[in-house]
């Protein structure tokens, strides 16, 4: 008897069980075209902005900073008539001596200005000798003395005396020497040395500055070479 219930054809395979799950990638969907576009045009825009501040800040600083470093010539007649203006109003004294002190007594020392032929500015005078601070402050005083005789007993010395009143004691704060060569055995020359001083003096109103020396018949009274000044920085 014939088994017809079998086959030469055998049972297709049972698939694997999978032992444990694995995850499943879902692609993030891709952002539109119209939204890339926007994107790349706002960059560009930026980038454009920023390029033409910087360049335009740098054409404005190049052009008003030439203006600044070469003003116009209404900018310079407005700075010099400034400058001008505050210079004039400073402090300032330029003494002449007084050629008819020379036949003063030698024992009183300081020296006679020329007030007619002398500048003051914002600074007063105190019997021919004295200048007095009407304003306080620093100030640069200088000094000329020239001699046209020695002696041969004391150095020529020029002295600047300070007081604070008109009664008050005196303070030497500037002083200077020279001295007359010899020039015997040689052809007669003037015998000529000049006492030059300079400094810078804080003064309080008030104060008074005189220009003292030994012997006031030994000082040269020719225009120019003996003089006393000062004026406020």
Same mark, same amino acid.
């Given at each position: 008897?014939?088994?017809?219930?079998?086959?030469?054809?055998?049972?297709?395979?049972?698939?694997?069980?999978?032992?444990?799950?694995?995850?499943?990638?879902?692609?993030?969907?891709?952002?539109?075209? %119209?939204?890339?576009?926007?994107?790349?045009?706002?960059?560009? %825009? /930026?980038?454009?902005?920023?390029?033409?501040?910087?360049?335009?800040?740098?054409?404005?600083?190049?052009?008003?900073?030439?203006?600044?470093?070469?003003?116009?010539?209404?900018?310079?007649?407005?700075?010099?008539?400034?400058?001008?203006?505050?210079?004039?109003?400073?402090?300032?004294?330029?003494?002449?001596?007084?050629?008819?002190?020379?036949?003063?007594?030698?024992?009183?020392?300081?020296?006679?200005?020329?007030?007619?032929?002398?500048?003051?500015?914002?600074?007063?005078?105190?019997?021919?000798?004295?200048?007095?601070?009407?304003?306080?402050?620093?100030?640069? /005083?200088?000094?000329?003395?020239?001699?046209?005789?020695?002696?041969?007993?004391?150095?020529?010395?020029?002295?600047?005396?300070?007081?604070?009143?008109?009664?008050?004691?005196?303070?030497? /704060?500037?002083?200077?020497?020279?001295?007359?060569?010899?020039?015997?055995?040689?052809?007669? /020359?003037?015998?000529?040395?000049?006492?030059?001083?300079?400094?810078?003096?804080?003064?309080?109103?008030?104060?008074?500055?005189?220009?003292?020396?030994?012997?006031?018949?030994?000082?040269?009274?020719?225009?120019?070479?003996?003089?006393?000044?000062?004026?406020?920085?």
């Amino acid at each position: 008897m014939i088994n017809t219930y079998q086959t030469s054809l055998a049972a297709p395979p049972v698939p694997p069980r999978l032992s444990r799950s694995h995850p499943v990638l879902i692609p993030a969907p891709l952002p539109s075209q %119209g939204h890339s576009k926007s994107l790349i045009r706002f960059l560009v %825009g /930026v980038v454009l902005l920023h390029l033409f501040l910087s360049v335009g800040g740098f054409i404005y600083l190049y052009h008003y900073g030439k203006l600044g470093d070469v003003p116009s010539d209404d900018g310079k007649a407005a700075f010099l008539s400034s400058a001008k203006q505050e210079t004039s109003h400073r402090a300032a004294a330029r003494m002449l001596v007084d050629k008819s002190s020379k036949s003063k007594k030698s024992a009183e020392g300081y020296l006679q200005w020329a007030i007619d032929h002398s500048i003051l500015r914002n600074i007063n005078y105190y019997r021919n000798s004295w200048l007095t601070i009407l304003e306080t402050g620093d100030y640069y /005083v200088y000094s000329r003395v020239t001699f046209s005789k020695g002696d041969s007993k004391v150095p020529l010395t020029s002295i600047i005396k300070l007081r604070k009143t008109e009664t008050g004691e005196e303070k030497d /704060v500037m002083q200077g020497y020279c001295n007359l060569d010899d020039h015997r055995g040689s052809p007669p /020359v003037p015998r000529l040395c000049t006492v030059t001083q300079v400094d810078v003096i804080t003064l309080e109103k008030g104060h008074q500055l005189s220009v003292w020396v030994h012997d006031l018949s030994l000082v040269d009274y020719k225009d120019g070479a003996t003089t006393f000044g000062m004026y406020k920085l």
